[in-house]
């Protein structure tokens, strides 16, 4: 799978992305992860990639040709035209079913803007879709497409090693993913729960979903009501939760 990153920044993707399992993942070829800086294709002798803003006001605006023109180049690398990510804060907001979509496209462009934003009429020429991270605003969007390229690569197959890591995540199946223990079994005095210890696997399986649905239960009820509406929910878990009242 391969990521590219319109960004004014390049380098604050490649120190970051160039680490860690992600970095892994672009060093084995798994996947790539290719900043392409919009300042390459100004025409602007002095390198300016804003103005100002039409009817006045506070700030710079980013311009429609840099991009445009950086879009292009991008397109003739991979064929037919990919989807076009915009991180603003009137997007949809970004979940694991967002990832797991995406996880599917075999390139993904992302258009990070700065100032007050960017000319409208590229976003209508060439973005697919707006995201959100969250309900506030940052400064640029390099950090919200590194966190999402970080969430939709490790579903790409091969970025983790173990599959299982992905598929027990928070949220995979609507509900936020049980606790976790390791080594020692005693810490200040806090025991690892028996039932781990047990080596019974049909015990564990039971104590770890029943973990899951209580700490969702605790901390996001939202979670709970929609897993049920969708189906995640077995007799089982049901008879759990009912356990609880």
């Known amino acids: 799978m391969n990521f590219y990153v319109m960004t004014l920044f390049p380098e604050m993707i490649s120190q970051v992305m160039g680490d860690s399992i992600i970095g892994r993942a672009a060093e084995t070829g798994t996947i790539s992860i290719t900043p392409v800086n919009i300042r390459d294709y100004t025409q602007d002798k002095h ?31 991979t064929g037919p035209a990919p989807r076009v990510i915009y991180m603003t804060p009137q997007g949809r907001v970004f979940d694991q079913a967002a990832a797991q979509s995406l996880a599917g496209e075999e390139n ?12 409208e009429r590229i976003l209508e020429e060439i973005v697919t879709d707006n995201i959100s991270i969250g309900d506030y605003v940052l400064t640029g969007g390099e950090l919200p497409a590194m966190v999402m390229i970080d969430a939709i690569a490790r579903l790409v197959p091969g970025v983790l090693n173990n599959r299982e890591s992905a598929e027990y995540d928070s949220f995979q199946d609507g509900l936020l993913e049980y606790p976790q ?44 009501a929609a897993a ?18």
């Open 108 to 119: 993904l462009i992302f258009l990070c803007g700065h100032y007050e934003g960017v000319d």
């Open 47 to 77: 390198k300016h990639v804003d103005d100002y803003p039409y009817g006045g006001g506070a700030g710079m605006v980013m311009q429609a040709q840099p991009i445009y023109d950086c879009y292009r180049d991008i397109v003739e690398k």
């Open 181 to 224: 223990y390791t080594r020692p079994e005693e810490f200040h005095g806090r025991m690892v729960p028996e039932v781990l210890l047990s080596g019974h696997h049909q015990h564990i399986d039971t104590w770890r979903r029943q973990q899951s649905l209580l700490r969702t239960k605790e901390r996001r009820p939202d979670l709970l």
């Open 228 to 245: 049920e509406q969708s189906g995640y929910l077995s007799p089982a878990d049901l008879a759990y939760l009912e356990s609880l009242q």
